[in-house]
Structures are given as structure tokens and as C-alpha cells.
């Protein structure tokens, strides 16, 4: 298995909704990442994970929450959202190290708050 | 901090055509890595090809290879015999070899378009 899988494809939610994105990878990889992109643009880091603890926070905001319940998967529970929220959000994973190689990306989760 | 730039938003090239797409970096560091991706419509994100900087060779793979000039800073790719397929957005990255745990840094990306 070669992939990174997320899910839902797609979200609308309202901004007082409660939702989560889903991540998962079976490639023994022990970092794992979550990207915001906006149209057009570059991926912008959010969250990085190495052997399930949070080792990189950019800042995001306290209404982005990630999660690492091992070391397969990866969730972002999304609360209190706004509209300059919607974006793609990708994960992924990598080795960890010095010596690795690049990311391996899922498909994304096209986001959008109404 | 390092920095990636991509000087052409968009390109064109038609079909069965040779085109390349241009990125530069900013460094302090010897040891590195630099990476270019595709993202077509689709959304994912896909290694298209990798350099180490240590490696004097330029990395092909297929119809892809790089000029990879490490005293210029520059990492350029070059795509043979475009196909349709190779239509997405194309982003330069850096990652360094010297930090564990660094992320990638992406240029703004270059819109390649393929004619038929």
C-alpha cells in the first residue's frame, strides 16, 4: 500500500458545526502532516506529527484540533469555523530522519464553511 | 529560513513539445533535498522527481530530468515529449537533509498548460 487515504472527499459545514477530516496510511511511515491550501496557491504547513506527538504547530488557529490516535492515522476536528477557513486540506506522510525522501500526499478534502 | 521561487506562473507547450519550468532557492545549508510536484485537477499532490544536492547528477526519470546547478542555486525541470496528462500546476520544493523533522518549502507554483 503506496497511498495516503482522506476522507470525506468533500465538507460543507456551517460555521457552528462540529466535523472531522480523516487521514490514514499504511506505509510504516511515523511522520505525518497536515497542509491547508488555498486556490492556486502552495500548500501552507499547519500541524506535524512524529511518532504520535505533535512536533510542529504553525500557529493554526485553536479551532483546528489534529489528532494522532496511532501511528496510521491522522485527524483535524474542526469546530467554530469561518469562511476564509474553506480551503483543500491535504495530509501526509513521510519517513522520518535525515535521510528521506519527499512527501507521500492524499487527495484531499475540499472544505467549505457556509 | 530558505526560500523557493518559481519565476514563470504560467506556462504553455504543445503537445509532443519539449518544455521547462524554472525554480530557484535561497540556502545557507550544504545538505538538501529538491523536489518537484504535480497537482492536476484532481488534487493530488504527486512526486514527480527528486535531487539530492550531494549528487552531482541530475535526476531523470522517463520523459522528466533537472539542471540541477547547485553553485546557482537553480533547479529546473525539463519535460520531454509533453503529453496531455502533464497539464496540472507544478511546484519546486526544498527539504532540508541537515534538520530532522523539516518540512517542505514550496515555491508558488508554475500552471503548465499542454496543447493539443
Known amino acids: 500500500d503506496t497511498e495516503v487515504t482522506q476522507t470525506p472527499k468533500h465538507l460543507v459545514m456551517g460555521m457552528t458545526n462540529k466535523k472531522s477530516l480523516k487521514c490514514e496510511q499504511h506505509?510504516?511511515?511515523?511522520?505525518m502532516y497536515w497542509y491547508k491550501q488555498k486556490a492556486k496557491k502552495p500548500p501552507e504547513l499547519m500541524f506535524v506529527?512524529?511518532?504520535?506527538?505533535?512536533?510542529i504547530n504553525e500557529s493554526v488557529p485553536s479551532r483546528f484540533s489534529p489528532e494522532c490516535p496511532n501511528s496510521s492515522l491522522l485527524n483535524l476536528h474542526l469546530h467554530a469555523l469561518q469562511p476564509e477557513d474553506s480551503a483543500l486540506y491535504l495530509c501526509?506522510?513521510?519517513?522520518?530522519?535525515?535521510?528521506?525522501?519527499?512527501?507521500?500526499f492524499g487527495s484531499g478534502t475540499r472544505l467549505t464553511v457556509v | 529560513a530558505q526560500t523557493v521561487t518559481q519565476s514563470q506562473p504560467e506556462m504553455s507547450v504543445q503537445e509532443a513539445e519539449t518544455v521547462t519550468l524554472s525554480c530557484t532557492y535561497d540556502?545557507?545549508?550544504?545538505?538538501?533535498?529538491l523536489f518537484w510536484y504535480k497537482q492536476p485537477p484532481s488534487r493530488q499532490m504527486i512526486l514527480v522527481i527528486r535531487?539530492?544536492?550531494?549528487?552531482?547528477q541530475n535526476a531523470t526519470e522517463n520523459r522528466f530530468s533537472v539542471n540541477f546547478q547547485k553553485a546557482a542555486k537553480s533547479f529546473s525541470l525539463k519535460i520531454s515529449d509533453s503529453q496531455l496528462g502533464d497539464a496540472a500546476m507544478y511546484f519546486c520544493?526544498?527539504?532540508?537533509?541537515?534538520?530532522?523533522?523539516?518540512?517542505?518549502?514550496f515555491g508558488e507554483g508554475t500552471q503548465l498548460t499542454v496543447n493539443p
Open positions: 506505509m510504516g511511515h511515523r511522520a
Open positions: 506529527y512524529s511518532y504520535e506527538k505533535l512536533s
Open positions: 540556502t545557507s545549508e550544504s545538505d538538501y533535498y
Open positions: 520544493a526544498y527539504r532540508s537533509a541537515e534538520t530532522s523533522g523539516s518540512r517542505l518549502t
Open positions: 535531487q539530492e544536492a550531494y549528487k552531482q
Open positions: 501526509a506522510s513521510s519517513h522520518t530522519g535525515f535521510r528521506q525522501y519527499g512527501y507521500t
